[in-house]
């Protein structure tokens, strides 16, 4: 028999309205173990509230939420997962040391300092002072109290929002060092190129919904066509009833194709020896998140 390891996640229809807003609208969200998911959507989307209510904090108004099968409360008291907010208060007047010790002792199996400080790249801050920190030294403290723990599930509220391109970069290689271990991965974020480097799938919410899931490529495909373009050639109408073609348009000497399947639009025009100062330019995630969330009415 085979027997199913329960998922790190798992959101079912899960509600939340904060009086006549609707922030979260029936979310259904299954993550399994070991994997690095980006939650992406606009300001408001209901990101922050999803996260609150997968972590105990929220209590959603219908639906259900669980943490490695067991209450989200239960797992996070438990350091089944770990999670550092946006911002938050750091108690003031003491170390940095001091204050993680403090937190490690609050758990079952906490990770050794030394090397909670070796992934927050605080190695040599150990005896620094909570309140005398930057910005972005505190975002790592906060992401060494996420980690303290040793949670088989890390989750990341805009994680890098306070960190310049360097420090970012030093995260990120935090973040793929736990992700090599097994750890489960869920973080949100704005910075969508970002997202396309270090996840390895994407949940797009929109209004409370999940508009999108998949991988980045999977996630391009569903709304944004590759575009093809050629230097026009004197007849163009027979362009568009290439294979792939979705839409053809001229602007100056070039005929842009978005095609659906741009091998074998390309392959087409070269048999017609039409492929003069060939471009194709894939859609770029960015485009495919405007296309998903844009807010037009149906
Ligand atoms: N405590 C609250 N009281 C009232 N309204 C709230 C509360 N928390 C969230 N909302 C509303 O619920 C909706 C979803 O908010 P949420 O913070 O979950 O979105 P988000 O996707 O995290 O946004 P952002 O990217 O701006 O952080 C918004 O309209 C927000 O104003």
Redesign the pocket.
């Known amino acids: 028999m085979v027997v199913m390891e329960t998922d790190a996640v798992s959101l079912t229809a899960v509600t939340?309205s904060?009086?006549a807003?609707?922030?979260?609208d029936g979310l259904t969200l299954t993550i399994p173990r070991g994997s690095t998911v980006a939650l992406l959507?606009?300001?408001?989307?209901?990101?922050?509230?999803?996260?609150?209510m997968l972590l105990g904090l929220?209590p959603p108004d219908s639906g259900k939420a669980a943490l490695f099968g067991l209450d989200p409360g239960q797992a996070v008291r438990r350091g089944l997962a770990g999670a550092m907010p946006?911002e938050g208060g750091l108690i003031p007047r003491v170390t940095i040391g001091e204050l993680l010790t403090f937190l490690a002792g609050t758990y079952p199996a906490p990770l050794p300092l030394d090397q909670v400080l070796a992934l927050a790249q605080m190695t040599g801050l150990r005896n620094r002072r909570v309140d005398k920190l930057s910005g972005g030294q505190a975002q790592r403290v906060r992401f060494a109290m996420a980690l303290i723990g040793d949670p088989g599930l890390i989750v990341l509220?805009?994680p890098t929002a306070a960190l310049d391109v360097e420090a970012r970069r030093e995260f990120w290689n935090g973040m793929r060092t736990l992700a090599g271990r097994g750890k489960t991965i869920l973080f949100?974020t704005?910075h969508l190129g970002e997202a396309d480097e270090q996840a390895d799938r994407f949940v797009v919410?929109d209004r409370?919904r999940v508009v999108a899931d998949g991988t980045s490529t999977e996630i391009k495909k569903i709304v944004a066509l590759t575009t093809v373009s050629v230097t026009a050639p004197a007849e163009v109408g027979w362009l568009g009833d290439l294979p792939g073609v979705r839409r053809m348009e001229v602007r100056g000497d070039r005929a842009h194709l978005r095609s659906a399947d741009p091998d074998a639009t390309v392959m087409a025009l070269a048999e017609a020896g039409a492929v003069r100062n060939l471009e194709v330019a894939p859609a770029g995630l960015e485009d495919a998140f405007v296309a998903l969330t844009s807010k037009e009415t149906v």
């Open positions: 939340k904060f009086g807003v609707r922030a979260v959507g606009p300001n408001g989307a209901g990101k922050s509230t999803t996260i609150g929220i946006q509220d805009e949100s704005h919410i409370g």
